[in-house]
């Protein structure tokens, strides 16, 4: 999408899994910075226990903001990080000439330098279960 969407606030596994069973590609643009910031801001009136986890889905490279918007998705990533969240990148492969550098740029924004990759969106309720679990882990 164009611009950052909040797919679900905090939510238990189900929940959690049922939001990511009903992503729907939207196309557009790719704004990392905004998506990682609106995720973060959802944590600041947390009084929960759990560690705070955001499931990066992407398709490709940041393409927004429209100055540095590589740099401006790693610095957001790396304040979140810095705040205790744990990033988890998940790339949906498009066969794209840029897809090396999506890959790149999503270990980068990785808490752990992994990234979670299917072949489409389709392939992403193939793994909906396995991410549930890995981010009820953190």
């Avoid at 909040?6 to 704004?31: P, Q, V």
């Avoid at 705070?52 to 990080?81: M, R």
């Avoid at 066969?95 to 790149?104: A, C, M, R, V």
């Amino acid at each position: 999408a164009s611009d950052a969407e909040i797919a679900s606030e905090l939510s238990a596994g189900d929940a959690t899994l049922s939001t990511l069973n009903n992503l729907a590609y939207s196309g557009g643009l790719t704004n990392h910075e905004s998506a990682i910031q609106k995720c973060q801001s959802t944590f600041e009136n947390s009084t929960d226990e759990r560690k705070n986890t955001i499931l990066l889905v992407t398709d490709g490279v940041s393409t927004k903001p429209f100055i540095d918007p590589t740099g401006k998705a790693e610095a957001a990533a790396t304040s979140a990080k810095d705040e205790g969240t744990t990033i988890i990148p998940v790339f949906i492969s498009t066969s794209t000439d840029k897809e090396q550098e999506g890959l790149d740029l999503m270990s980068k924004l990785s808490s752990t330098d992994e990234v979670v990759t299917v072949d489409d969106f389709d392939g992403l309720a193939s793994i909906s279960e396995s991410l549930v679990i890995e981010v009820a882990s953190c």
